[in-house]
């Protein structure tokens, strides 16, 4: 464990930290930005937390995610999964943000329909730059639902609250998912080209590289040559095309395996091995699962 990195495990130990006092709820919080404000002294350091994190910011607020940096210049919603890393990169003055931050407790959505598909959410594995830019009545729809997660937690607890605030939060990311759908749809042109990029990395990996060497290209491969993360890239090559990454790299695989079944006179694990299955029976498997056929029936069939 890092120790330079400041961790929260608590909403509790999370506002403290934030010097808001203590929480209405123990589970959830929602934090007006333009009350937040830090000085140079806390440029540079790095906060984790064992919390989900939505927030909606319209103004320059610099930090770094991950490893990249970004300022937030417009109205852009971000995402952040327990234990991801933020650092601090230039100081906030009172009033200088404004937006809110909501945060939850894994705790609060366990055991619910909510907890259950959470992680099919995946724009909480993207990375700042891949942020959800919003439109006017977008952030109203948001902060409606806000408002009304803050009312909730304002009121006493009782019997309904937790499955007000999970279906609020639910409502919420389903909204969010939606938006990113209008967000790929109107960035299509440039999808288009990342999907052709994907296509060309595949391609070269196969002239350039020893697969019994180097192994398969990988999802983080791919990601990191269009400069996306891998959840983001997977996401962007489903709604263009159907497939996922890990579909686009798997098909690419076994079309090569059809060239070398039908052109050489290798033994199945030899090809197996060739193009980086540890495996040969799982290479199988997916080649049958793809084509119907064992690569033996292929190979007689041709």
Not at 163 to 176: A, D, G, H, K, P
Not at 197 to 221: A, C, M, R, W
Not at 266 to 271: E, L, T
């Amino acid at each position: 464990m890092n120790k330079n990195i400041i961790r929260s495990k608590s909403i509790d130990e999370l506002l403290q930290g934030m010097g808001m006092g203590k929480p209405t709820h123990p589970l959830i919080a929602i934090i007006d930005t333009a009350k937040l404000a830090y000085g140079e002294e806390r440029v540079g350091m790095r906060f984790s937390s064992s919390l989900y994190c939505i927030a909606l910011k319209d103004a320059g607020c610099g930090i770094d995610y991950g490893r990249n940096h970004y300022d937030f210049n417009e109205g852009v919603l971000i995402f952040t999964a327990p234990d991801q890393v933020i650092t601090v990169t230039k100081p906030q003055k009172l009033n200088e943000v404004r937006g809110w931050m909501l945060y939850f407790h894994p705790d609060l959505i366990r055991n619910t329909a909510l907890g259950s598909k959470i992680d099919t959410f995946t724009f909480f594995n993207y990375e700042v730059y891949e942020a959800l830019h919003l439109s006017e009545q977008e952030q109203t729809t948001l902060t409606h639902i806000m408002n009304l997660i803050q009312s909730e937690i304002n009121e006493r607890i009782d019997n309904h609250s937790r499955q007000v605030l999970v279906s609020n939060i639910e409502l919420m990311l389903n909204y969010c998912a939606r938006f990113y759908e209008r967000q790929f749809n109107t960035r299509s042109a440039q999808n288009i080209d990342v999907v052709s990029k994907v296509e060309s990395l595949l391609k070269n990996y196969y002239l350039n590289h020893d697969f019994i060497e180097t192994g398969q290209p990988t999802i983080h491969y791919l990601a990191e040559a269009c400069h996306l993360s891998p959840s983001y890239l997977s996401d962007l090559l489903t709604k263009e095309t159907g497939r996922s990454a890990k579909d686009h790299i798997n098909d690419f695989l076994i079309e090569k395996a059809k060239h070398l079944l039908v052109s050489s006179t290798d033994s199945i694990s030899g090809i197996a091995y060739a193009l980086g299955f540890n495996y040969p029976h799982y290479f199988s498997r997916l080649f049958k699962q793809k084509t119907g056929k064992t690569p033996q029936e292929y190979r007689l069939w041709n």
